[in-house]
């Protein structure tokens, strides 16, 4: 009998019997696994659907929710507010978002297509109350629809493609939109007569000459063979609490100790690669802290140990924590004056580094050498008094002079604070969510969606919030329709 591995697909020729015959067999039954089961179905595919846990949910579940939606003139919700968006500005900004990572390709199909994607996960039952609300959100503490959840704002992308919020999220109250959201998919996808099989962990694929037909998967303790006719799609998620993996691929994220996701072991990665698949951007992780809790330290001027500026703090919080985790010396100071600060969210796990009645009295606090900090802030509060920051582009209204004493230095330390973060990289897919090899041929019958792949979230630097189920909801519906014509 053939060794049963995730790096080598199990030789067809040597399965005795199979267990369980379909015709797309979906591994993960997250957003991007769900998305693809439901179109596969809707295709006239017999769907199985394999999940480890013992139900649905995986990160998505854990999630806000939000996905980043907009082109075509706009949503409802975007219009309601006075926001027209086209399709050429959404996709301008998908691409700038992407930065060196960027799939062109599926910026411009998803550009085209989301208002449409929009209309497809409400026609699922995903509700949306249809409001904007103004301001910086992590997540809406209410059951509003529209935020503004990227950088589209700020300098250089507000140059590259006219701003407007897209965050768009479930209607449900407060934070962790995730799991409502996924219960909706999980509701359609029952409908549409996807057979589920929980507690179900996919160990092998199964290859007949160069073709993908089936899967292994751990049912009771005991291997069982799926034969699946059209295709398997892996869903799996990213590889974030895979150290090995990490190590290999992913080292800067070492630097920091929070990995948000749901086991994200790279299961499905891992598999990809063995069957020939190639994985890209496997360098890449968003990060963030959760730094503009409250809302006013948004005003706020980040520093490194150095007192030198290195990012306009008016980006999205996730791309001004990406870049403070580039910067030397383990940590970053977020500097406030006395109308700015208040007490930090204890979760943040941020600490009082420095104070003074002047800046040169928090510069001494921390030890850092006279006239850098100090000097830093005085040409910053000079330019903001005249509207302007020279040197990275930060504006108004959140470019304001910090020059009302005491003055404080919160440290952002990356081992001690909190940086959640989770993996970006993954299987190179086509836009039809066909596994491909190195060559970029598509590995027959095998197809990937969402975080085991690389898509429109692909740089840590340029992440805004909802790209990732954006790409996971559209791209799993890509994968599942794909699979399903075999
Ligand atoms: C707290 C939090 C908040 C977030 N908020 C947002 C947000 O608002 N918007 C946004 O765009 N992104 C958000 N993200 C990121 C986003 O949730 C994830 O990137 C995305 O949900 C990944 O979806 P997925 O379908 O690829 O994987 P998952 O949702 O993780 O699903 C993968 C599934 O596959 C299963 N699985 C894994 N291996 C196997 C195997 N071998 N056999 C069988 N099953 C297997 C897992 O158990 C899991 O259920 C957030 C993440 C977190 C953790």
């Given amino acids: 009998m053939a060794e049963i591995s995730l790096h080598r697909p199990y030789p067809a020729g040597e399965v005795r019997a199979w267990d369980f015959e379909t015709e797309v067999a979906v591994i993960g039954f997250g957003a991007a696994g769900a998305c693809a089961a439901i179109e596969a179905a809707d295709a006239g595919a017999r769907v199985m659907l394999f999940e480890r846990n013992s139900g649905s949910g995986g ?6 929710g939000e996905i980043y939606i907009g082109g075509g003139g706009g949503t409802d919700a975007q219009r309601a507010a006075g926001f027209e968006d086209t399709t ?97 998919l999980e509701a359609s996808a029952r409908a549409k007569g996807v057979e589920v099989m929980t507690d179900s962990r996919a160990l092998a694929l199964v290859q007949d000459g160069e073709r993908i037909v089936g899967v292994i998967v751990r049912i009771d303790n005991q ?102 985790v580039d910067q030397p010396g383990g940590k970053v100071y977020l500097l406030l004056d006395n109308a700015h600060f208040v007490q930090p969210m204890d979760f943040a796990r941020l600490s009082i580094a420095g104070t003074g009645d002047s800046w040169d009295e928090v510069e001494a606090e921390l030890e850092m050498p006279a006239g850098t900090l100090s000097a830093t802030m005085a040409v910053y509060n000079r330019e903001a008094r005249l509207g302007r920051d020279p040197l990275f582009g930060k504006r108004e209204p959140i470019l304001v002079p910090l020059d009302q004493g005491p003055f404080i230095a919160l440290e952002l330390n990356f081992a001690t604070s909190y940086f959640s973060f989770f993996t970006l990289g993954g299987l190179r897919t086509s836009i039809d969510g066909e596994v491909l090899d190195r060559g970029g041929a598509p590995i027959p019958g095998l197809y990937a969606a969402g975080r085991c792949t690389s898509g429109l979230p692909a740089w840590g630097h340029g992440y805004s919030s909802g790209l990732s189920l954006a790409d996971c909801t559209f791209f799993g519906r890509q994968a599942g329709r794909r699979a399903a014509r075999g």
């Avoid at 390709?105 to 208002?115: I, N, T, V």
């Fill in 59 to 64: 990160a998505s579940g854990l999630s806000g």
């Fill in 223 to 324: 291997p069982r063979f799926v034969r699946a006719a059209k295709g398997v799609v892996l869903a799996t998620g990213g590889f974030v609490f895979n150290e090995t993996m990490r190590r290999k691929y992913c080292p800067d994220s070492f630097r920091l100790n929070d990995p948000i996701g749901d086991k994200d072991d790279g299961a499905g990665i891992e598999l990809g690669l063995g069957a020939g698949g190639d994985a890209v951007h496997m360098e890449q992780f968003f990060t963030t802290c959760p730094w503009t809790m409250p809302e006013s330290h948004a005003y706020g001027v980040f520093v490194n140990t150095a007192g030198q500026r290195f990012i306009n703090e008016d980006c999205y919080h996730g791309r001004v924590s990406r870049c403070a």
């Fill in 88 to 184: 050429e500005d959404f996709t301008a900004y998908l691409k700038a978002a992407g930065g060196p990572c960027v799939d062109e390709a599926k910026c411009e199909l998803y550009g085209r297509e989301a208002l449409g994607h929009y209309a497809w996960l409400k026609a699922q039952g995903v509700p949306y109350r249809g409001n904007y609300l103004p301001g910086k959100h992590i997540e809406p503490a209410d059951d509003s629809t529209l935020i503004w959840s990227g950088s589209e704002a700020a300098a250089p992308f507000c140059t590259m493609a006219k701003p407007a919020p897209r965050g768009h999220v479930i209607q449900h109250m407060g934070w962790g939109g995730g799991r409502p959201l996924v219960d909706v």
